[in-house]
């Protein structure tokens, strides 16, 4: 090999070198540019929002339902000896004069205002206000004849009446075979008293009509949403409305009596204990 061939390979290597340097540098900023054009990597989702609840709506609120009355006991018959000794022998406390009448059927065997099974030989009556179990003389005014009673129902729920009697107050009083008279009331004894506290109401009606009473009562539960309003049959397919004022308040249940007009039948002013 000459001097001049061996040259020449050399020359032929140290290109070769050259170009394989050249290509691995090509490859790697090759390399180089590709991962500088990988896209970012993803952003995280936002978190999810949280459902928001709205508050349910408030429960409609009723009027609490007032407690029930307790039974207030009477002797048996409705009057003791000891009741009549006692009559005879005290001043009365309180007198009103109106008319009274008697009534029966079909209250036989049910429970009066007071809880006591109603019966129509029981020297008793029904008044709209007196406290229950008050102690009352009854004396037709017209014959002189008198009866000693008790209350313990509720009534008479006629305009111009202040007392019904059972049939034996009635007879014995002498009101029985008239069925109206003028009587003087004098009462001798109350279990609580008269001119303060009680627990009342408004009775308003009697309607002849179902549907009449119980307009009327929503109109009154729109008007007084603190107070207990129910509607009930009466007898003589008849309709009644009874408000409580909250509290069984007094004052309250006189306003409502005073200023409210039924379509049909008055507004009674009525204590219930």
Known sequence: ??????????LWRLAALAGLAAAMLGVSGCGHRNQAQLPPPQALPPPAEQPVYAPPPPAETE????PRIPETPVPPGGVSAADLQFVESH????????????????YEGRRTADGQVFSDAAMTAAHRTLPMGSLIEVTNLATGQSGVM????????????????????ARATG???????RVRIDVYETPKPLATGGRWCVQIGAFHSEGEAIRFKRELQRA??????????GEERSYWVRIRPEGDNRQT???IARHIHPAEGNAFLTRLD
């Open 1 to 10: 090999m000459t001097r001049s061939d061996f040259q020449w390979r050399c």
């Open 63 to 66: 009027a609490p339902v007032p």
């Open 91 to 106: 001043q009365p406390l309180y007198t009103q004069v109106g008319y009274a009448t008697w009534y029966s059927a079909p």
């Open 150 to 169: 008790r209350i313990t129902d509720r009534g008479p729920f006629v305009e111009g009446r202040i007392l019904d009697m059972t049939m034996a107050s």
């Open 175 to 181: 009101v029985y075979r008239s069925g109206l008279a």
């Open 224 to 233: 007084y949403p603190t107070a207990n309003v129910i509607e009930f049959p």
């Open 253 to 255: 249940a006189v306003y």
